[in-house]
């Protein structure tokens, strides 16, 4: 049974429960996000057949989104160790998660993660075209088509296709230090370079978008072209492809299709501000969806903080959602450690820019815990915090290490830093 899709919904003035739900977290109106999702400046993931979805809004307007990328490779992780990660990402707060696994039994694992998953779940199909064909020269438009209508079939509420990257744009990519780094993009380029013919995903673009608009799938209109390190930002690869991507945007909307664009990796400090600029210019203010972006190179097992510090400023200046990084990135598979950290960051990224925003309520939970700090109410610190497991495993630390482990779950009015003689909030408060 054919379904009407939300824009095309929300262009009729229809009020859906997506929306009304959206509009309560947010502090919104209904009518307010209806007419920005009519715009296409919010889209609603949210797939018919994912039935235990709880909606959310992606847009610059409303509080900016992080995304946790989990999956298995080639070389590791089953069923379970991937329902572990979405247990840690949604624990931490990740709005949606992405499987991006590239291994066996893709299908079981995506199906379990949907059914496990009240966030909306991504993918990028590719992976598993190429993981049934093992080879990236048989891919052909009916393998694509049948993967995103079995993906589309199971519940995943948006995908990733890299439509944007055309054969004109690979001389570009010769200049490069490091080429074409993106997964999906390298996989298309190679069969374009090999067949000497258009991306199939661009050629099939309109077969895709009624596939979307059957299921409500939004299409996250991914960077194959992005950078992959500072040396290669903001280059004409990029910004020819990111065109392209505008275009897209404008087949999806008449489609009733809803569209996010994917943005730059690696991207200096100073050029965050313009790249964000640049794409609300060429996409009409299609929801930006950046991964980091990384502001240097040089932090292998800390680029969840290098990438965190760029994703704050990309929010800021108007990214609706932010692919979060883990410390191991460009080392390894994460595991679940590096999922909790790597969306911690990213909480903290994305709350910061909602509160520089002053968008509606962003500030009160600071306040809230900066009330519980003058009071040394520690137990309600913990509770605020955005990762309360790990304030009070530091906290408990903090005591044992200087021999008051029997504070411990007690009233007290000092920490470990400053101690009960030289604590200045007790000291001030005698003012």
């Known amino acids: ?53 709880d909606p959310i809004g992606i847009g610059k307007s409303l509080y900016t989104k992080i995304n946790a990328n989990i999956g298995n490779s080639a070389l590791s992780s089953c069923v379970n160790q991937e329902l572990g990660k979405l247990a840690t990402a949604l624990k931490y707060g990740s709005d949606t998660v992405m499987d991006l696994s590239t291994g066996e039994n893709i299908p079981q694992i995506r199906k379990a993660i949907i059914e496990a998953s009240p966030a909306p779940i991504g993918t990028v199909p590719i992976y598993e075209m190429i993981s049934r064909t093992k080879d990236v020269m048989k891919l052909s438009d009916s393998l694509i088509l049948e993967v995103i209508q079995e993906q589309a079939e199971q519940g995943v ?12 744009q690979l001389p570009m990519a010769t200049k490069r230090l490091l080429r074409i780094v993106s997964r999906g993009g390298s996989l ?47 280059d004409d690869a990029q910004f020819a492809e990111l065109a392209a991507l505008g275009e897209l945007v404008k087949r ?4 009733g299709v809803q569209a996010m664009v994917e943005g730059p990796g690696h991207i200096p400090f100073d050029e965050i501000e313009m790249n964000m600029k640049r794409e609300e210019e060429l996409c009409e203010g299609a929801p930006f969806y950046i991964l980091g972006p990384v502001v240097t190179d040089c932090a292998p097992g800390y680029d969840h903080i290098t990438s965190a510090i760029g994703a704050t400023m990309g929010a800021f200046h108007g990214a609706a959602m932010l692919c979060y990084v883990t410390p191991k990135e460009h080392l390894g598979l994460p ?26 309520h962003a500030r ?34 903090a005591l044992f290490e200087t021999g008051h482990a029997e504070s411990h779950g007690k009233e007290s009015n000092y920490c470990t830093m400053c101690g009960p003689e030289f604590c ?3 000291l001030s408060r005698d003012l």
């Open 364 to 397: 009160d939970r600071d306040d809230a815990i900066s009330k519980a700090r003058a009071a040394f109410d520690w137990e309600k610190q913990f509770e605020l915090a955005l990762d309360p497991d790990r304030a009070r495993d530091f906290r408990s630390q």
């Open 335 to 360: 595991n679940g450690e590096d999922v909790r950290n790597g969306v911690i960051a990213y909480k903290i990224a994305a709350h910061a820019a909602d509160i520089a925003l002053k968008k509606p």
């Open 157 to 168: 509420d948006y995908m990733t296709i890299h439509a944007g990257l055309l054969r004109e």
């Open 1 to 53: 049974m054919e379904s009407v899709t939300q824009p095309a919904r929300a262009a009729k003035g229809e009020i859906t429960s997506q929306i009304k739900r959206v509009a309560e977290k947010e502090f919104r109106t209904p009518e307010s996000i209806m007419k920005e999702v009519a715009e296409g400046r919010i889209v609603i993931p949210a797939n018919i057949n994912h039935k235990n979805l």
């Open 424 to 426: 200045s909030m007790k």
């Open 252 to 255: 999806c909307r008449a489609a």
């Open 188 to 234: 298309i380029a190679v069969w374009m370079k090999k067949n000497n013919k258009e991306n199939p995903f661009y050629e099939n673009f309109d077969a895709i978008l009624k596939i979307c608009a059957k299921y409500d799938v939004t299409l996250s209109l991914g960077d194959g072209m992005r950078p992959g390190c500072l040396a290669d930002a903001s």
